[in-house]
């Protein structure tokens, strides 16, 4: 156990649905990171907060956003969801960010069906 | 893009025989480079790191090897376990002072008992 939760564990919905996807990162981590693993395009960094604010950015969608609020968990907002966003959605945290690397520990992920 | 799943490299050994995974990354740029564990419905798990200076670096029973010339990364494990079954994933951050781990394909690593 990694020490970071996240819910829901599974999450089915329809296209054009928005879901919010909920992650507690590890007791003392500031950062969070959201990645995303499918099929086709393996794992993909989305999007990094530390300590409340957006750190650094990846291959996120416009129609996704994410935020990390004062208790330091985070959510990834996904809206008007299309059948190629169905994916594991994974969420890690550690304990920096910047100028150095701090090992990322992963949470076990929401699989998100879009039907 | 690089892909997981149906066509994953594949590697199987027999438990007791070492294990090397290997890597190829994407650019020159990158300093640090991560191996990360993933078993079958978890998360990644880190297994072991290593900075651009360095050429080796040894864990418990793994050893990373970078090859900077080729673009190379290598993961030994050695005396390889059932548990050790999963896919094994190596991650490079290109730079910069922001850590925006890029992963590669993935390998699946089959131990038979």
């Known amino acids: 156990d990694s020490g970071v939760t996240q819910t829901p564990k599974h999450l089915i919905t329809a296209t054009g649905q928005r879901v919010t996807l909920r992650c507690s990162p590890r007791?003392?981590?500031?950062?969070v990171y959201w990645y995303q693993q499918s099929l086709d395009q393996g794992l993909q960094f989305l999007i990094q907060y530390y300590n409340g604010e957006e750190r650094a950015k990846g291959n996120i969608l416009e129609r996704f956003s994410a935020q990390q609020f004062p208790d330091l968990h985070s959510e990834l907002n996904l809206s008007s969801l299309e059948l190629g966003d169905s994916a594991l959605y994974f969420c890690?945290?550690?304990?920096?960010?910047?100028?150095?690397?701090?090992?990322?520990?992963f949470g076990p992920g929401t699989r998100l069906t879009v039907t | 893009g690089e892909s997981v799943g149906l066509h994953l490299p594949t590697l199987s050994v027999q438990e007791g025989d070492n294990s090397i995974i290997n890597c190829a990354y994407s650019?020159?740029?990158?300093?640090?480079f991560i191996w990360y564990k993933q078993e079958s419905g978890k998360g990644p798990q880190f297994i072991i790191d290593?900075?651009?200076?360095?050429d080796k670096r040894q864990g418990q029973r793994v050893t990373v090897l970078l090859n900077k010339t080729v673009k190379h990364l290598s993961l030994q494990i050695a005396a390889t376990q059932p548990g050790d079954s999963a896919v094994y994933f190596c991650?490079?951050?290109?730079?910069?002072?922001?850590?925006?781990?890029?992963f590669g394909k993935g390998t699946l690593l089959t131990v038979n008992p």
């Open positions: 007791s003392g981590d500031l950062s």
């Open positions: 290593i900075r651009s200076n360095m």
């Open positions: 890690a945290s550690s304990v920096g960010s910047g100028g150095s690397y701090y090992e990322q520990y």
């Open positions: 650019n020159s740029a990158s300093d640090y």
């Open positions: 991650a490079e951050n290109m730079g910069g002072s922001n850590y925006k781990l890029t």
